[in-house]
């Protein structure tokens, strides 16, 4: 196991606290807003291109953002019923191809 997988681990199962993060790494929350902007400026323009439902263009942000357990709850708690089994297909399909993405580009970086 190289040293990028025991931080990725460790990462994962670490507890944060919020005031600590903001008072030790505010630029992280700066990108971490950013990314979550992006993410809703690409996913609402495209949605809006291929004519989706507000509802479709929410639940599919979530699922670029929380996973697609976090969406699942999400359209669950808002009663979109009809949305559950294919974010979970779409989010779980993301989950697939960002793993072999992120494992191709550590490869190729020197």
Same mark, same amino acid.
């Given at each position: 196991?190289?040293?990028?997988?025991?931080?990725?681990?460790?990462?994962?199962?670490?507890?944060?606290?919020?005031?600590?993060?903001?008072?030790? #790494?505010?630029?992280?929350?700066?990108?971490?807003?950013?990314?979550?902007?992006?993410?809703?400026?690409?996913?609402?323009?495209?949605?809006?291109?291929?004519?989706?439902?507000?509802?479709?263009?929410?639940?599919?942000?979530? #699922?670029? @953002?929380?996973?697609?357990?976090?969406?699942? #709850?999400? #359209?669950?708690?808002?009663?979109?019923?009809?949305? @559950?089994?294919?974010?979970?297909? $779409?989010?779980?399909?993301?989950?697939?191809?960002?793993?072999?993405?992120?494992?191709? $580009?550590?490869?190729?970086?020197?």
């Amino acid at each position: 196991m190289n040293s990028f997988n025991l931080y990725f681990l460790c990462s994962n199962w670490s507890p944060a606290s919020l005031p600590l993060l903001i008072s030790n #790494a505010p630029l992280l929350l700066l990108f971490l807003a950013i990314m979550v902007l992006f993410n809703m400026l690409v996913t609402f323009t495209v949605g809006k291109l291929f004519k989706f439902s507000l509802e479709e263009m929410i639940v599919a942000s979530n #699922a670029n @953002i929380g996973g697609p357990t976090t969406a699942a #709850a999400f #359209a669950i708690a808002k009663g979109w019923t009809k949305l @559950i089994v294919p974010i979970m297909l $779409v989010g779980t399909l993301g989950y697939v191809i960002g793993n072999y993405l992120g494992s191709m $580009v550590y490869y190729l970086l020197p």
